[in-house]
């Protein structure tokens, strides 16, 4: 089985930082990319960050320059460092990954940030 589960959210004042994390099972996670997507309420799924097995990365414009992904193979983690929060950053956010064709999520994490 594979499981995805975040932590780390929480509600924040604009300006503010927040720092998710994302531990998976039932996958060789070192070989996997990872990426975080976020849900704002009435809005789709959209696409956050991704990082690669190699490391390399890839962000949203929305995410560019404000928020790091980052990853930890001994730890099967994902992390993503969001800084410079914007009250338009308020979303659920999930961490996805895909194994054999079929994409995984996890639960998801409330972000909610204050102006």
């Known amino acids: 089985q594979v499981y995805l589960v975040e932590s780390g959210g929480g509600l924040v004042q604009a300006g503010e930082s927040l720092r998710l994390s994302c531990r998976t099972s039932?996958?060789?996670?070192?070989?996997?990319?990872m990426s975080w997507y976020r849900q704002a309420p009435g809005k789709q799924r959209d696409l956050v960050a991704t990082?690669?097995?190699?490391?390399?990365?890839n962000y949203s414009d929305p995410a560019k320059g404000r928020f790091t992904i980052s990853r930890v193979n001994a730890r099967s983690t994902v992390n993503l460092q969001m800084s410079s929060l914007k009250v338009e950053d308020t979303a659920v956010y999930y961490c996805?990954?895909?194994?054999?064709?079929?994409?995984?999520w996890g639960r998801g994490t409330q972000v909610t940030v204050s102006s």
């Open positions: 996805q990954t895909t194994w054999k064709s079929r994409n995984y």
């Open positions: 990082i690669n097995s190699d490391g390399s990365t």
């Open positions: 039932g996958i060789n996670f070192s070989i996997h990319r």
